[in-house]
């Protein structure tokens, strides 16, 4: 055997134990004159050399689900080939070659260098293409099996800390409230030990105040919450617990920031912060009791459309009170994601519009504080509610809160009179929580 030489260029495998000299080639072979040097036949800089090991060959499997899907939503349409376009040269290394072929042939390349779950974030945030096209973009990269491991970027920075300041005003005699507070650091860490106590007297009671004395009670709080995140990487959001007859409270527009070249001077909350307005009457035991699991369900179906651009039709609008079915507007809303209120109703009646929304358990609800001249209420609800993605719906209100007051007329901006009612059963008070929550959480 010592002089049988074995041709091996076809086998898939390197040949075991060879007795004698064996050449073995995979794939087709290149004969390439290198001069001494490489044998790529061009110039190669050393100095800077990534190697990506990839296992299989891209080429010779089929296509996965999410291409296939994929393919199916562009379809070759002309109207998309300037936004596939774009995002084909967005979602590609600065350095990569364009080449100017066909939608499923980018698709195949992108899926190849994977970046294809890149690609379809681009094309599906991209407001050139119709709503209804963003949807289903928005759909197949938000199920779970759509991003798998080929299709993943790797990264190995920390996740910014998503803290929240719950801020609980409890209805007192004589128009006065009781404020508990308590900072979360870490909304992904779950039971009792994710709460911090910022409760303000050693009693743990709570402080009792009028409402003109609430600014200065939030800002104490805001300071001992942001001396606890101090040097963390944090986005806060501000969570108030209001009574049904205060939900429209200006908690917003309360002064608590320290004008940084005048300390006498304090701006807008929610010009830098999310805030949120919640109801007191959630925390009801005797509520809880008869609508948590409707919350609950009402919850769960927001969150699996968080990653898509919500239809209006997942919004009950409600334009007027007149001879307004109020029992019938709560069962409506149950099979809602939540409501907009487009007209400015009376107190009175706007009682009976937060009723309606209790009753319901629906989770979110938007409206404007008051009337402003020359404002087409509800084209600019609608635009806000498919700006982006559902959960980005806090943030949007904040950047048009943070207009209205960078503005010549701040009182006649549609930013300054938004209120944004945001219920997540999964984020409540501490005593709640542990009436909910299975012994030992």
């Known amino acids: 055997m010592s002089d049988d030489r074995i041709e091996a260029q076809e086998s898939q495998g390197l040949v075991n134990n060879p007795q004698g000299d064996v050449e073995q080639q995979f794939g087709d072979r290149t004969e390439a004159n290198t001069g001494g040097g490489d044998v790529a036949q061009r110039d190669i800089d050393k100095r800077n050399i990534t190697i990506n090991i990839i296992t299989g060959s891209s080429s010779t499997k089929p296509q996965s689900q999410l291409t296939e899907e994929l393919s199916k939503i562009l379809g070759g349409g002309i109207d998309l080939d300037a936004a596939i376009a774009s995002a084909y040269q967005s979602a590609l290394p600065p350095d990569a070659i364009l080449h100017p072929v066909q939608a499923d042939d980018k698709i195949s390349e992108l899926a190849d260098r994977r970046v294809l779950h890149k690609f379809i974030e681009i094309l599906a945030n991209d407001r050139t293409v119709s709503e209804s096209t963003r949807a289903e973009l928005q759909k197949i990269i938000s199920t779970p099996d759509s991003k798998t491991n080929n299709d993943r970027t790797d990264t190995t920075s920390k996740k910014r800390l998503r803290s929240y300041l719950i801020v609980v005003l409890r209805p007192e005699p004589n128009l006065k409230f009781c404020i508990n507070?308590?900072?979360?650091?870490?909304?992904?860490?779950?039971?009792?030990?994710?709460?911090?106590?910022?409760?303000?007297?050693?009693?743990?009671?709570?402080?009792?105040?009028?409402?003109?004395?609430?600014?200065?009670?939030?800002?104490?709080?805001?300071?001992?919450?942001?001396?606890?995140?101090?040097?963390?990487?944090?986005?806060?959001?501000?969570?108030?617990?209001?009574?049904?007859?205060?939900?429209?409270?200006?908690?917003?527009?309360?002064?608590?920031?320290?004008?940084?070249?005048?300390?006498?001077?304090?701006?807008?909350?929610?010009?830098?912060?999310?805030?949120?307005?919640?109801?007191?009457?959630?925390?009801?035991?005797?509520?809880?009791?008869?609508?948590?699991?409707?919350?609950?369900?009402?919850?769960?179906?927001?969150?699996?459309?968080?990653?898509?651009?919500?239809?209006?039709?997942?919004?009950?609008?409600?334009?007027?009170?007149?001879?307004?079915?109020?029992?019938?507007?709560?069962?409506?809303?149950?099979?809602?994601?939540?409501?907009?209120?487009?007209?400015?109703?009376?107190?009175?009646?706007?009682?009976n519009i937060f009723k309606a929304i209790l009753k319901s358990a629906i989770p979110i609800a938007v409206w404007m504080r008051k009337d402003i001249r020359e404002c087409d209420r509800e084209s600019k609800l609608d635009c806000l509610l498919t700006s982006g993605n559902l959960e980005t719906l806090p943030e949007y209100i904040r950047k048009e809160r943070e207009e209205a007051y960078i503005c010549d007329d701040p009182e006649e901006h549609f930013g300054n009179h938004l209120v944004l009612l945001w219920e997540d059963p999964n984020r409540l008070t501490p005593d709640v929580m542990a009436r909910l929550l299975p012994t030992g959480q």
């Open 181 to 351: 507070a308590w900072l979360i650091p870490d909304d992904s860490v779950k039971g009792s030990s994710r709460f911090c106590s910022l409760d303000i007297n050693e009693e743990k009671k709570g402080v009792v105040c009028s409402l003109s004395d609430i600014p200065s009670v939030v800002r104490n709080l805001l300071d001992q919450s942001l001396q606890q995140l101090f040097s963390k990487d944090y986005e806060l959001t501000i969570e108030f617990f209001l009574p049904i007859d205060y939900l429209s409270t200006e908690v917003d527009r309360l002064e608590v920031i320290p004008d940084p070249l005048d300390c006498d001077e304090f701006n807008p909350l929610g010009i830098q912060y999310q805030v949120l307005v919640r109801s007191y009457e959630r925390l009801d035991k005797t509520y809880l009791l008869h609508n948590f699991q409707q919350w609950k369900n009402n919850w769960n179906r927001a969150d699996i459309n968080f990653k898509l651009v919500p239809s209006l039709d997942s919004f009950e609008p409600f334009t007027t009170v007149n001879s307004c079915n109020w029992k019938k507007l709560a069962m409506d809303l149950k099979a809602k994601l939540g409501i907009k209120i487009i007209c400015v109703p009376p107190d009175l009646e706007r009682k």
